[in-house]
């Protein structure tokens, strides 16, 4: 067989397909999907858009019924059998037609008419906006009526589906009881007044069946204290027992961890350490801390998992003093020590020079346990050892110092320095008197 017939029998071959098509499809109404009625999210409305031929050679009345398999909260979860509530769809051929009259999740359009010989191109469903949050499956059929009476049917074509999937809200309570599901889990918040919060997140799957947790806020003086030697306490007023019970049976270990956040406030963390903090929980003897926990000193949270149940409480330590405190300034009392150290030599000087003039008496000075003795006036001689008053003077005013010296390791060394210097200048004021006494 040569290209030639080949080319002829393939020709032959597509007009009699396309024949027995057409064939097919006279005297029918046929019903296509050119786009979806697809929703991207919850609470939004979509628009299909179809093509309908009316291959009958007649003018129809036209009825559609627009069928909804749904799940979400308007049909309490049953995929079937939607009754319509919170769904609100129409239908364009030449007018827009609102479906109504939900049953079992199917709805009527009609009062439109079908042309003879006639496709639509731009057939459309549209639903309503905000719509009901869940899973949708749209199936449209469409059927017309001639006037004598024959009834022509499209087959159902689906439109749409998926998109907007339904997610049951997380059970929720502000007062320390929560029951929560194995689908969604449950939050429950405990506040005491003036103590702080405390905030248990179950997740989803950690739970088989509906389990009951309760917090009970405990008093710390009821309770063991932690070991002294640990240097911790307990943050007063964070100290909390949390229980669950599942068809009245105590539940103590879950399929997953569970979140507990600790809220403080200033005055029960004063002057203790915040990145000390650590949620602790009691094993029957001692408080166990929960490596874990994470401390967000701006929000005031201490942040742990667990998957088990006991007392759980909140222990830190006493902050280091701060390091300008650590360095305390130098009494009072031992920078007058220190003046008068410095004052020495010029005593000595005035003293010296008083004695060398002889017109003046030695200072007065402080009295002591041997006051005569210190008493005696310094009279000018031509003896070569400085007048008792003088020295007594001198004495005095070292006398001074030495009194108020105690065990401070650097007035020691000051003291010492002190009388190296004393010691030096009076050699020299000794050297320079008999110097003047020989002239």
């Known amino acids: 067989m040569n290209k030639l017939s080949k080319n002829l029998l393939l020709l032959v071959a597509v007009f009699l397909v396309n024949f027995g098509f057409a064939q097919a499809q006279a005297n ?9 009625c697809t929703i991207q999210s ?9 093509t309908l031929a009316n291959n009958t050679g007649k003018t129809l009345e036209g009825e559609a019924s627009l069928h909804i398999d749904y799940q979400g909260p308007c049909s309490n979860d049953q995929l079937a059998d939607f009754d319509g509530e919170g769904i609100g769809a129409r239908f364009f051929i030449n007018d827009w037609l609102n479906f109504s009259g939900w049953e079992n999740g199917t709805s009527k359009a009609s009062g439109f008419t079908i042309a003879k010989n006639e496709t639509q191109t731009k057939l459309k469903i549209e639903t309503v906006p905000n719509l009901c949050p869940g899973e949708y499956s749209f199936i449209l059929e469409i ?13 159902p074509v689906i439109s749409g ?12 309570t502000g007062n320390g009881e929560v029951t929560a599901t194995p689908g969604q889990g449950g939050i429950t918040t405990l506040t005491i007044l003036n103590q702080g919060q405390i905030k248990l997140i179950v997740p989803a799957g950690a739970v088989p069946e509906n389990t009951t947790f309760t917090i ?5 003086d009821s309770i063991n204290q932690p070991d002294p030697g640990s240097g911790l306490f307990l943050i007063d007023g964070l100290v909390y027992e949390i229980k ?18 600790f809220t403080y406030n200033e005055e029960q963390t004063e002057g203790t350490d915040e990145s000390s903090l650590k949620i602790h929980w009691w094993n029957g003897t001692e408080w166990v801390g929960i490596e874990n926990s994470q401390v967000n000193a701006n929000d005031n949270t201490v942040t742990c998992s667990i998957n088990h149940f006991t007392v759980f409480a909140l222990l830190g330590s006493e902050a280091e003093p701060a390091e300008e405190e650590i360095k305390k300034e130098e009494p009072a009392e031992e920078e007058g020590i220190i003046e008068t150290i410095r004052n020495i030599p010029e005593r000595i000087a005035e003293e010296i020079e008083r004695i060398v ?3 003046a008496s030695p200072a007065p000075i402080e009295e002591t346990e041997e006051p005569e003795a210190l008493a005696e006036e310094a009279i000018p001689s031509e003896q070569t050892e400085i007048p008792q008053g003088a020295l007594a003077s001198l004495l005095a005013a070292m006398g001074m110092a030495g009194e108020k010296i105690g065990e401070s390791a650097f007035l020691t060394i000051v003291v010492i320095l002190g009388l ?9 004021e000794l050297f320079s008197f008999w110097k003047k006494r020989k002239k």
């Open 42 to 50: 919850s609470g939004e409305n979509c628009v299909a858009e179809l």
């Open 161 to 172: 589906g998926g998109g907007g999937y339904y997610t049951p809200p997380v059970p929720t």
């Open 143 to 155: 059927k017309g009526t001639a006037e004598s009476g024959e009834e022509y049917t499209t087959p």
């Open 357 to 359: 003039e002889g017109t």
């Open 28 to 36: 029918q109404l046929v019903l296509s999907v050119n786009k979806e």
């Open 216 to 220: 009970k806020a405990m008093d710390a």
């Open 244 to 261: 669950a019970q599942m068809n009245g049976e105590s539940v103590t270990d879950f399929n997953k961890f569970l979140t507990l956040i």
């Open 420 to 428: 190296l210097v004393l010691v030096l200048i009076s050699v020299r």
